[in-house]
């Protein structure tokens, strides 16, 4: 015995476990048990835990193998399908991402054909103003629509697009 | 003859899939799971003190039992992985933050040699549980592997990942501080 085990030890758990403990094992195994302070505390304790064990056993209840069985094979396909759809999240996001990138291209593409169409409206209206400062806050405003114009088309683009990601499973 | 139904069609594609994908057949899996299932569930009640979460856990010892690769050499290796399972999803249940649930109060008896009677026994039962309650997690597998199950030390040190040679002065301390708690009722 290192005072932290005894070479008994498993011979007193086998003898509680198969329920032979005290009586119906040999008396030199009790005797020692009695005797040594590991194995007291050891048989103590495997017969409260055995105890507790068988019990619990009866009173327990547990499904149904094929309702585990079930479950097991539903959830089973539920984690493979979720795992073949994770490239087509992938697919989406980059759609995504190339459908906003290709919006903003666009954008500044078109930004710079729209002002001489911009400067033009304003040489031919420029003439109808009384003076230069009403005609160049007319052509600041005309600026400004064109933008405007052209931020509200890419949201007309973009947010079905956003609101089929906000609503997809995913 | 009966019509099938979409739900008789998805229940058969379901298995066709849980066939392909798990570790043995329904039939072997029923033969185990009468074996084992039982003694799993009392082992997962004692570890978590909660009887509904370890019906949950066990039926996900059982998933990830199916889902697993492993070529188990013997019964004995399966049910130790097995076992392996479910203290790893205790252990990472413990993890999370919870809520500890408070025990009943009941009279002392201290363990002796001689028969307890029915009450007795109960009250001891109910001490036990408690006591097992204020241990730590890895403290209540090595106990109940050891003493209600009656595994050795090598079984249980695979099974809750440690050193065999580690295992004997955890197992005495974790034994010393049950049996304090226990000449206490269970209480601290």
Known sequence: MSGIDCTYEPAVVTAVLSGQFPRGCDEALVAHARECEVCREVSAIAT??????????????????????????????????????????????????????????????????LMPVVERVWAMVAGYFPSAD????????????????????????????????????? | ???????????????????????????????????????????????????????????????????????????????RYLYRIATNLVHDHRRKPHVEIPSAVLPEPAPRFTEPTLAERAARRIDLQRAMARLKPRERSMLWLAYALGWSHEEIAASIGVKTGSLKPLLHRARQRLAGLLKTGGRS
């Open chain 1, 48 to 113: 409260l835990m055995h105890d507790d064990h068988d019990r619990a056993r009866y009173e327990v209840q547990v499904p149904a193998s094929g309702q585990v069985w079930w479950r097991a094979a539903v959830r089973a396909r539920l984690d493979s399908t979720q795992a073949s759809m994770r490239p087509m999240t992938w697919l989406h996001g980059i759609t995504a991402a190339v459908a906003v990138g290709v919006m903003l291209a666009v954008m500044g593409a078109a930004w710079p054909m």
């Open chain 2, 1 to 79: 003859m009966r019509e099938f139904t979409l739900t008789d069609m998805e229940r058969l594609g379901a298995f066709d899939e849980a066939e392909r994908t798990f570790q043995m057949t329904e039939e072997a899996f029923r033969t185990f799971y009468e074996l084992t299932a039982r003694p799993v569930r009392v082992y997962l009640g004692r570890m978590t003190n909660d009887d509904r979460l370890a019906d949950d856990l066990l039926q996900e010892t059982y998933y990830r039992f199916l889902r697993s690769n492993v070529p188990f050499e013997n019964d004995d290796h399966r049910r």
């Open chain 1, 134 to 170: 009403v005609a160049n806050a007319v052509a600041n405003g005309l600026r400004l629509s064109a933008m405007l114009g052209l931020i509200g088309a890419a949201i007309l683009v973009v947010a079905p697009l956003a609101l089929y990601f906000a609503l997809s499973d995913d």
